[in-house]
């Protein structure tokens, strides 16, 4: 996904992001099930990613056909959804899919964070699903029954359940939808995309410092501090020297870079003095 549709996507996920910290199972099930509705109409796809029609044209759509259905924050989703363009009608599928998916990540997150890091939960979620495409690839049985057109999607639902028998309900979830609604694709590697996504969202718990010089216990404990009042959560810290720097700290935090070392500050002078 480039271009148009991957900066509708990025709309809807950051517009996502206030709803997640609430987020339920059921919600998720709700757009994974709109997912399938729309996967079986190329009608629909049509109406939903048609240039020719506003924004509210198109929400104005999916509400009709979808509010009563399911959840009012669902049908809100995928309104704000739809009202974005789009490059091609497949790919408002797979952000529907990301959207979906998320939901659960953010459930798994969710579940340890209250007490203590959300990494614990996504860790767990990451295993169940790396545990589910170990077990398919070893059985070259359980390959072909996954990929037979005439099993039921209840069935294939079944047999992956008794793959990871202990996994989460968050997993289950994503495993489920993975075997019963690959999209064209291979389960294990939609499985695999989920735990790329799931990945991704552990990264926010995870803040990478680099600095000058080793810190003291002092030091790293008011690094600590600063940094769990900054992000509003208990962050793993892991902690590097690099004498590159040549001064300042380098803070990595998912996506976010906070940098103050005095290389990138000499680096930004030489540009403006160049520009």
Do not use: C
Not at 33 to 47: E, M, Y
Not at 59 to 85: H, M, T
Not at 201 to 206: A, G, N, S, T, V
């Amino acid at each position: 996904m480039a271009g148009v549709s991957s900066e509708s996507l990025t709309k809807a996920l950051a517009a996502l992001e206030a709803k997640l910290p609430s987020a339920s199972l059921q919600l998720a099930k709700e757009l994974f099930g709109i997912l399938g509705t729309v996967d079986t109409s190329a009608g629909l796809r049509r109406a939903l990613t048609d240039p020719s029609r506003n924004g509210e044209e198109k929400a104005a759509l999916v509400r009709q056909l979808f509010s009563g259905k399911v959840s009012a924050d669902a049908v809100e989703i995928v309104s704000g959804l739809v009202s974005s363009r789009w490059a091609s009608a497949r790919d408002i599928g797979d952000a529907l899919e990301t959207l979906a998916a998320s939901v659960v990540i953010a459930v798994a997150e969710n579940k340890s964070a209250v007490s203590a890091s959300g990494i614990t939960g996504l860790e767990e979620l990451e295993n169940d699903l790396f545990s589910f495409n170990q077990a398919v690839a070893s059985n070259h049985e359980v390959q072909r029954a996954l990929s037979e057109p005439q099993a039921s999607a209840a069935a294939k639902v079944a047999l992956a359940e008794k793959l990871v028998p202990g996994a989460g309900e968050e997993a289950k979830v994503l495993i489920g939808q993975a075997v019963s609604q690959p999209r064209g694709i291979k389960p294990t590697r939609l499985v695999a995309r989920f735990a790329e996504l799931a990945a991704k969202r552990q990264q926010r718990w995870i803040a990478t410092v680099s600095v000058t010089r080793p810190l003291t216990e002092t030091q790293a404990s008011r690094l600590q501090a600063g940094l769990n009042a900054l992000y509003g959560r208990e962050l793993k810290v892991n902690i590097s020297v690099d004498p590159t720097l040549i001064g300042g700290i380098r803070i990595q935090v998912g996506d976010e870079v906070v940098d103050a070392s005095v290389v990138t500050r000499l680096g930004q002078l030489h540009r403006q003095l160049a520009g």
